[in-house]
């Protein structure tokens, strides 16, 4: 086949600067059809590349509110960012289908072995955590992922999940009231925080309290990682006034 050189031109609101070189026919269709949905994504915000990936993990008797909280607000938040900044997917250890607490059916986007490394992480709490811990292949993806994730969070007695994952030793951690007990015996040396909403763990490590704390943990995250205008944006959005609250200063 015979090769030529070749110089490709391209719009300048791409901001890119083709280089020079020497390209089959064919390699110069691909790299034309490369720069063309390249320029798509960055005009019309649609590279899911540069979109940070956040994994909500479902299992059976999972509290809902525990997951739909954050759900919620990472989603809103998005579609007020209009839909540029994250993408969310909902997922499951074994099956896609699970039954949360008090009836629910939830069908997950993906298993976690199905999906690859996330940014962001929500680890709710319900009885069913406490299956959760001893599913041994779902606890090493699970640490695999919370080890590079940039940050993870638990609500409820999500903070099961961290605590046997080996997260939270000589941490302060916030979890259920009625779940202090049992986090003394998956980390002894943990350092409960029952009067807390929610706390940082650590650098990339953050817990809250019961159910409804998970919406003030999703909505302080969403302002550390996007910024104080969107968090209070999607918190107006969602009627949500105990954070609107804090910030009417």
């Given at each position: ?50 979109m940070k ?142 009067n807390l ?18 919406i003030d ?33």
């Amino acid at each position: 086949m015979e090769a030529r050189s070749t110089v490709l031109d391209w719009p300048t609101s791409v901001g890119w600067t083709i280089t020079q070189g020497w390209l089959t026919a064919e390699d110069e269709q691909k790299s034309y059809a490369i720069l063309f949905f390249s320029w798509i994504f960055l005009n019309f915000g649609l590279n899911p590349i540069s979109m940070k990936q956040l994994g909500i993990l479902v299992f059976d008797e999972v509290e809902v509110l525990d997951f739909a909280g954050p759900f919620e607000v990472f989603s809103v938040a998005n579609q007020l960012a209009e839909y540029k900044l994250i993408q969310v997917h909902v997922l499951s250890l074994d099956a896609l289908e699970i039954r949360a607490k008090n009836g629910l059916h939830v069908v997950a986007d993906q298993r976690l072995d199905q999906v690859g490394q996330l940014d962001y992480l929500v680890l709710p709490g319900g009885d069913g955590s406490k299956m959760v811990i001893q599913n041994q292949p779902g606890m090493a993806l699970l640490q695999t992922q919370i080890q590079q994730a940039r940050w993870s969070m638990s609500v409820c007695s999500g903070s099961r999940i961290l605590g046997k994952a080996g997260f939270l030793e000589h941490k302060p951690y916030c979890t259920h009231h009625e779940v202090f007990g049992s986090m003394q015996e998956i980390v002894p040396t943990g350092i409960p925080q029952p009067n807390l909403r929610f706390t940082q763990s650590d650098d990339r490590i953050w817990t809250a309290a019961g159910i409804s704390a998970g919406i003030d943990l999703a909505l302080h995250l969403t302002e550390l990682t996007f910024g104080k205008e969107l968090a209070l944006a999607t918190a107006t959005y969602m009627e949500y006034t105990p954070y609107q609250h804090t910030h009417d200063r």
